[in-house]
């Protein structure tokens, strides 16, 4: 238990530091996370930390952006082509209530498997020419 944990009284939560990359990967020392929280500079997450995050398996992320635009590519790879995680919410806070910068706090949750089913078709196997002969109906 960390100094931050022990004075705050903190017992269902840890707090490592260290390269992300490092520590999400870390499994046998640091387990599984339940949720990754995330809040990096404009530039937006390196794309070692975004493929870290997926091979952790988080039940959620939650992503703090202050650029729409690397949150919109950074999202776009933690939902990926596999669809492990979507977008559940997305809230912007007016932290800085004078100035133009709007930060965005995004959660994305894993699919359950149960209710997304991927189903891919073929079409250049099928014999569309036969069915477009008959009728639909009776």
Known sequence: MTTAEKLNKIENASFVCGKAEDVLTDNENYGTPDVVVIDPPRAGCEESVLFAILKAIPKRIVYVSCNPSTLARDASILCGKDGSYEI???TPVDQF???????TVVLLSQRRADEHIDIKLDLTKLDLTSAETKPTYD
């Open 97 to 103: 209530c004078h100035g133009m910068h709007v930060e």
């Open 88 to 90: 559940s919410e997305i």
